[in-house]
Nanobody
Framework: QVQLVESGGGLVQAGGSLRLSCVASGSIFSIEIMGWYRQAPGKQRELVAV???????NYADSVKGRFTISRDNDKNTVALQMNSLKPEDTAVYYC???????????????WGQGTQVTVSS
């Protein structure tokens, strides 16, 4: 059974920084895609940043130049460094992992529990 555990959320003033971390656990051989999504109150969940095992990345336009995603394939971890935070970044942030190869075969689309990020004006 694959589990994703997140940490690093909290309350920060506008212009500040936070770093989110996520670790996948289980009998994992490899993970193809890891990344972050967020959901603000009353809005749909949206992609923030993802990274393939090759190192290729995809960022939402709203966070380009401010957020940086990184991962360690061997440790099955992914992080999101968030700088120059804005009130509109306030949301629940979710870690995601897709195409996870385990001893039982391939598993798809796992989510963390979510961590609250609140940016005050």
């Amino acid at each position: 059974q694959v589990q994703l555990v997140e940490s690093g959320g909290g309350l920060v003033q506008a212009g500040g920084s936070l770093r989110l971390s996520c670790v996948a656990s289980g009998s994992i051989f490899s993970i193809e895609i890891m990344g972050w999504y967020r959901q603000a109150p009353g809005k749909q969940r949206e992609l923030v940043a993802v990274m393939a095992s090759s190192g290729r990345t995809n960022y939402a336009d709203s966070v380009k130049g401010r957020f940086t995603i990184s991962r360690d394939n061997d440790k099955n971890t992914v992080a999101l460094q968030m700088n120059s935070l804005k009130p509109e970044d306030t949301a629940v942030y979710y870690c995601n992992a897709d195409t996870i190869r385990t001893m039982r075969g391939a598993e798809y689309d796992y989510w963390g529990q979510g961590t609250q990020v609140t940016v005050s004006s």
